[in-house]
């Protein structure tokens, strides 16, 4: 089992757009349209933000949305703010006999 | 609104069994349309899933721990725990407890606090 590709590290300005891949195969990302994606602040559990690729939980802010194209998953975060600024992991179902695969994450830093 | 606790000892000594269990409360674990999973943190690295079972028993554990992980279920204490055989310093990590929907399984919601527990003599 492989982690999912993550760049490890991402930044941007306050109010600025930002970017994050993560790469799959075609057992997991590309052949489901369950990723998920989640925020975790330092010393605090992950929190959900993206579910089946482009849906999010209530509360959570439209600045944050996701798609996919083949084996890659994509999250953006629109209109940066300082609170933002947190590990971002992507998860994705690869079937009964491997339910979860999660990406190596990638640290977003707010300029 | 639903809130999940890990609870078991901080320190196990190398090569014996890690145990967890999980309590859920303001809900019931016994529903057909979310399971019960394990995930797990070594310190300053990523996320690594574990397992995840339904309230009857179907379980799905991470082909790479599959030899050495056990998780049940207990609806009467509304608990379901994890058990990780001849653990070693890579087992050191904390471990997150959470629920899982079943018509996305990479849906995990909410999460416990975590509990860190270390691998040492």
């Known amino acids: 089992q492989s982690a999912l590709t993550q760049p490890p590290s991402a930044s941007g300005s306050p109010g600025q757009s930002v970017t994050i891949s993560c790469t799959g195969t075609s057992s997991d990302v590309g052949g489901y349209n369950y990723v998920s994606w989640y925020q975790q602040h330092p010393g605090k559990a992950p929190k959900l933000m993206i579910y089946e690729v482009s849906k999010r939980p209530s509360g959570v802010p439209d600045r944050f949305s996701g798609s996919k194209s083949g084996n890659t998953a994509s999250l953006t975060v629109s209109g940066l703010q300082t609170e933002d600024e947190a590990y971002y992991y992507c998860?994705?179902?690869?079937?009964?006999?491997?339910?979860?695969?999660f990406g190596g994450g990638t640290k977003l830093t707010v300029l | 609104q639903l809130q999940l606790q890990e609870s078991g000892p901080g320190l196990v000594k190398p090569s014996e069994t890690l145990s967890l269990t999980c309590t859920v409360s303001g809900g019931s674990i016994s529903t057909n349309i979310y399971y019960w999973g394990w995930i797990r943190q070594p310190p300053g690295k990523g996320l690594e899933w574990i397992g995840t079972i339904s309230y009857s028993g179907s379980i799905y554990y991470n082909p790479s721990l599959k030899s050495r992980v056990t998780i049940s279920v207990d609806t009467s204490k509304n608990q379901f725990s994890l058990k990780v055989n001849s653990v070693t310093a890579a087992d050191t990590a904390v471990y997150y407890c959470t629920r899982v929907w079943h018509s996305d399984p990479s849906w995990l919601d909410p999460w416990g606090q975590g509990i860190l527990v270390t691998v040492s003599s």
């Open positions: 998860n994705s179902y690869a079937g009964t006999n491997n339910f979860g695969v």
